[in-house]
């Protein structure tokens, strides 16, 4: 019985053994697996934690990156300015404008959603591009080509009668709309329309094409005819008796 249980008692003793070690590997295939697994979860973090930390870096030099790619443009000879908003009324005409006459890039980055470091990045660029094109071509080259370029859009895109509601929504309103002759006699070329209408109301319409030609109709039927080119600068005021209207 003992001989009969020896080789009995070795046999299991063997599959113990085997069943162990079939454990222990699939415990070391675990933890090789826990261990891969632990490895791409580090290198899934490290990669996300870089992306966050370039985009943080390339938002922190927003305003250095503007500032070096103006005076990289500048160096080449290219005048650009940047722009960003909702852009008004004649930026078409504003940047051929500025192109055809001046050879300066207008460039729309972005619209009506803009973050902070695209507005450092285009404030820092203008803040070395504008000077460097107003000493190049004059002090006023931009105010000059934004009035030309918005005259040319309101005479080819509005009503002549929408006009002056147009460049005047809120100005004058208050002032007597009989068109007072002596404050529009005290009108001198040199002067803003600006400050003409916020003295002495509304011109009644503007009959302008390659100028501003603003009409006030005076109580005594005649007419005050304000021509400008542009609203920062009247160039002519004629004052027309009643019956030189009427004629």
Not at 77 to 91: D, K, S, T
Not at 145 to 161: G, N, V, Y
Not at 223 to 243: F, G, K
Request: with cysteine; proline share 4%; aromatic share 8%.
């Amino acid at each position: 019985m003992i001989q009969g249980n020896g080789p009995h008692c070795d046999l299991t003793i063997s599959a113990n053994h085997d069943i162990g070690f079939v454990l222990l590997m699939g415990l070391v295939r675990m933890m090789e697996k826990s261990h891969k697994s632990h490895l791409r979860m580090l290198a899934t973090i490290a990669i996300v934690g870089g992306l966050v930390l370039l985009v943080w870096i390339w938002d922190a030099t927003a305003a250095v990156r503007g500032t070096l790619e103006a005076r990289f443009d500048l160096a080449r000879g290219h005048y650009a300015i940047l722009a960003y908003g909702l852009p008004p009324g004649g930026r078409d005409e504003y940047t051929r404008l500025l192109k055809e006459r001046y050879g300066i890039e207008r460039r729309q980055i972005a619209l009506c959603i803009v973050d902070s470091s695209t507005m450092a990045y285009a404030d820092s660029y203008n803040h070395i591009s504008v000077p460097a094109a107003q000493s190049r071509f004059g002090q006023d080259v931009f105010e000059n080509s934004w009035q030309d370029a918005q005259r040319i859009w309101l005479h080819q895109r509005f009503p002549r009668e929408r006009i002056v509601s147009y460049l005047f929504p809120e100005l004058g309103k208050k002032t007597d709309t009989q068109h007072d002759p002596i404050c529009l006699r005290s009108v001198k070329p040199g002067q803003t329309m600006k400050e003409v209408v916020e003295r002495c109301g509304h011109p009644d319409e503007d009959r302008g094409s390659d100028k501003y030609r603003f009409v006030y109709r005076i109580p005594d039927g005649g007419l005050v005819t304000i021509t400008a080119r542009s609203l920062m600068n009247i160039e002519q005021v004629i004052y027309e008796s009643r019956l030189h209207a009427e004629n």
